[in-house]
């Protein structure tokens, strides 16, 4: 009963503050400042470790819990390429390194406006090789990310086995981004989170001149053959559910290990809310359970 009624409580709160915030009409600039507050709610477990510092010459933040870590994971934040940052996902990536036993390593890539593709998936690229060069062994690194960043992360395991280099163990994506055309959106009864006119604005400011159909923008079009196992999470309360299942059928097809778990009545990366909602704690428990599974050693 109790639960039913946060989940209730949280989706009033998405849908009345952050629904709005993400329109349109509102600068860049200001989303920023407004999703930096509203990320406040998101809470990370008590005695997780944050440091700050660079990677690959980028801002970065490594989350940790407990006396040892078994491995890394690179996280890429969402924010429709635009908004968001390392310091915005700390509550999230703290649930996530408690329940991986992993150190997740967040780099705040560049944003657009300023920073069109393919500089995000640059970043990414960049911060995975620092990570080699640190002295993972690509097999002990697994790739996550949420929203734009599960479309990231999709876009960066395609681009290392298309350049022959080593691939991580495994990808997560929560509520993945994958087609920026926007051509399948999902149509809920309820949509807590997101408004299409605003991931349309962000397709377009990320994408620039390229077209929305690039496989590294919109990797449903790219090809999944030789990808590392997937664990995709969606909630059915959000207008890219298609995107998730479109994204888990085509990796099945390809013959890439794939687990999807659509969670009824939730919303878009509802896992933020882990530490609060039993349901998301349990998502991002089976998060770790996944990434430990297929690390190395």
């Given amino acids: 009963m109790l639960q039913h009624l946060l989940e209730t409580a949280l989706r009033q709160t ?27 709610s998101s ?7 944050f440091q700050t510092g660079s990677l690959a010459g980028r801002p970065v933040i490594r989350s940790s819990f407990g006396p040892t870590t078994q491995g890394a994971v690179l996280y890429l934040h969402g924010g429709g390429y635009i908004i968001g940052s390392a310091a915005t996902h700390r509550g999230l990536t ?5 329940a991986s036993g992993c150190m997740v390593v967040t780099p705040d890539y560049r944003l657009a406006p300023e920073h069109p593709f393919p500089a995000a998936l640059d970043d990414a690229e960049a911060a995975w090789f620092a990570l080699i060069d640190e002295g993972f062994a690509p097999e002990q690194i697994a790739i996550a990310g949420d929203s734009a960043g599960g479309g990231l992360s999709i876009a960066l395991a395609m681009r290392l086995r298309d350049r022959n280099q080593p691939l991580p163990s495994s990808v997560t994506v929560f509520s993945p981004w994958a087609d920026l055309t926007q051509k399948e959106l999902y149509s809920p009864e309820c949509e807590p989170v997101l408004q299409s006119r605003w991931t349309a604005k962000a397709a377009k400011l990320y994408a620039a001149q390229e077209p929305l159909n690039h496989p590294l ?20 309360q959000e207008i890219l559910l298609n995107d998730a299942e479109r994204l888990a059928n085509a990796a099945r097809q390809a013959g890439v290990s794939t687990q999807l778990e659509v969670f009824n009545s939730l919303w878009h990366v509802f896992q933020v809310h882990s530490g609060q909602l039993d349901r998301a704690t349990a998502a991002v428990q089976t998060a770790g359970k996944h990434i430990r599974a297929h ?3």
């Fill in 295 to 297: 690390l190395a050693g």
């Fill in 217 to 236: 923008i919109s990797p449903i079009f790219g090809n999944f053959e030789g990808l590392p196992p997937l664990l995709v999470q969606v909630g059915s």
């Fill in 94 to 98: 703290g649930h996530l390194a408690k």
């Fill in 14 to 40: 998405m849908t009345r503050l952050v629904r709005p915030a993400l329109h349109p009409a509102i600068p860049v600039s200001v989303q920023r400042r407004l999703i930096s507050q509203a990320y406040r």
């Fill in 43 to 49: 809470i990370p477990p008590r005695g997780c470790r």
